[in-house]
């Protein structure tokens, strides 16, 4: 019988049948859904994993080393000065493909508080340093967005592949076994049913041709032969005649 591997337990009727295929149609396109965001999915994880590493290269290392040397220790100057946040962290989401990553934008405001920090020796190397650190800063924020990002799409893709693989490899084989197994079925149910019916029409042939014999046997049985209707015609002439002769003898 076909249909032997794994397959659900279902009836197999014509209606099964039709909802079974429906199943599998609906399986079917789910599949092909899931393999087309798996690959978008794919595709954007390589582009934020080549970003990050573009990021971390930007980072570099940066060292106080030359502005300690010509300045001195200037950290309390910039404790003292430093007043409202130079940069601030914006949040929004991105949808691919259903998932929705964080991004994390940097919002710059003009103006420093720090201009005075250096005006009697080492300005031009802590104003280097100022803007050597806000690129950092920026690359720093930027690659945390691309960092969640990426950890949240390496779970969707992983999760993506498991469904995507018990599709393929699970729930469409069962479908189609269970379908096969529903057809075969049907089929035997058929050529039982089609047995059946000839089995049937020929007891009905020969119960008519039977019936049949016997008329014609009941017919011949009671139809009187020639012989007999000879013998009951010379019985009535003689009685005739009997009765028409008369005894000389006698007398009346």
Same mark, same amino acid.
């Given at each position: 019988?076909?249909?032997?591997?794994?397959?659900?337990?279902?009836?197999?009727?014509?209606?099964?049948?039709?909802?079974?295929?429906?199943?599998?149609?609906?399986?079917?396109?789910?599949?092909?859904?899931?393999?087309?965001?798996?690959?978008?999915?794919?595709?954007?994880?390589?582009?934020?994993?080549?970003?990050?590493?573009?990021?971390?290269?930007?980072?570099?290392?940066?060292?106080?080393?030359?502005?300690?040397?010509?300045?001195?220790?200037?950290?309390?100057?910039?404790?003292?000065?430093?007043?409202?946040?130079?940069?601030?962290?914006?949040?929004?989401?991105?949808?691919?493909?259903?998932?929705?990553?964080?991004?994390?934008?940097?919002?710059?405001?003009?103006?420093?508080? =720090?201009? #005075?920090?250096?005006?009697?020796?080492?300005?031009?190397?802590?104003?280097? !340093?100022? @803007?050597?650190? &806000? *690129? +950092?800063?920026?690359?720093?924020?930027?690659?945390?967005?691309?960092?969640?990002?990426?950890?949240?799409?390496?779970?969707?893709?992983?999760?993506?592949?498991?469904?995507?693989?018990?599709?393929?490899?699970?729930?469409?084989?069962?479908?189609?076994?269970?379908?096969?197994?529903?057809?075969?079925?049907?089929?035997?149910?058929?050529?039982?049913?089609? =047995?059946? #019916?000839?089995?049937?029409?020929?007891?009905?042939?020969?119960?008519?041709? !039977?019936? @049949?014999?016997? &008329? *014609? +046997?009941?017919?011949?049985?009671?139809?009187?032969?020639?012989?007999?209707?000879?013998?009951?015609?010379?019985?009535?002439?003689?009685?005739?005649?009997?009765?028409?002769?008369?005894?000389?003898?006698?007398?009346?």
């Amino acid at each position: 019988m076909s249909g032997t591997g794994a397959r659900e337990n279902v009836f197999a009727t014509r209606m099964s049948l039709a909802n079974t295929k429906q199943r599998l149609k609906g399986a079917q396109t789910g599949h092909s859904l899931l393999a087309k965001k798996r690959d978008a999915l794919t595709t954007r994880f390589r582009a934020i994993l080549r970003k990050v590493d573009e990021s971390k290269r930007k980072m570099g290392r940066f060292s106080m080393a030359e502005v300690t040397y010509t300045t001195g220790d200037i950290a309390y100057l910039v404790q003292e000065q430093a007043k409202l946040a130079t940069f601030r962290v914006k949040t929004k989401q991105e949808n691919v493909s259903g998932v929705v990553l964080p991004a994390f934008e940097v919002d710059r405001v003009s103006g420093s508080d =720090f201009n #005075l920090t250096g005006l009697g020796r080492g300005g031009q190397q802590i104003l280097k !340093a100022k @803007e050597v650190y &806000a *690129k +950092a800063l920026e690359t720093l924020v930027e690659l945390a967005s691309l960092q969640t990002a990426f950890t949240i799409l390496d779970e969707v893709i992983r999760a993506t592949n498991r469904r995507v693989n018990a599709i393929e490899h699970v729930v469409i084989p069962r479908l189609d076994n269970t379908i096969k197994y529903i057809m075969s079925e049907l089929d035997e149910m058929d050529r039982e049913e089609f =047995f059946r #019916l000839k089995k049937v029409q020929a007891k009905k042939k020969r119960d008519t041709a !039977a019936r @049949e014999e016997e &008329a *014609k +046997a009941k017919a011949q049985h009671e139809q009187p032969t020639l012989v007999d209707l000879a013998l009951d015609g010379d019985a009535e002439e003689a009685s005739a005649d009997l009765l028409r002769s008369k005894d000389e003898d006698v007398i009346f």
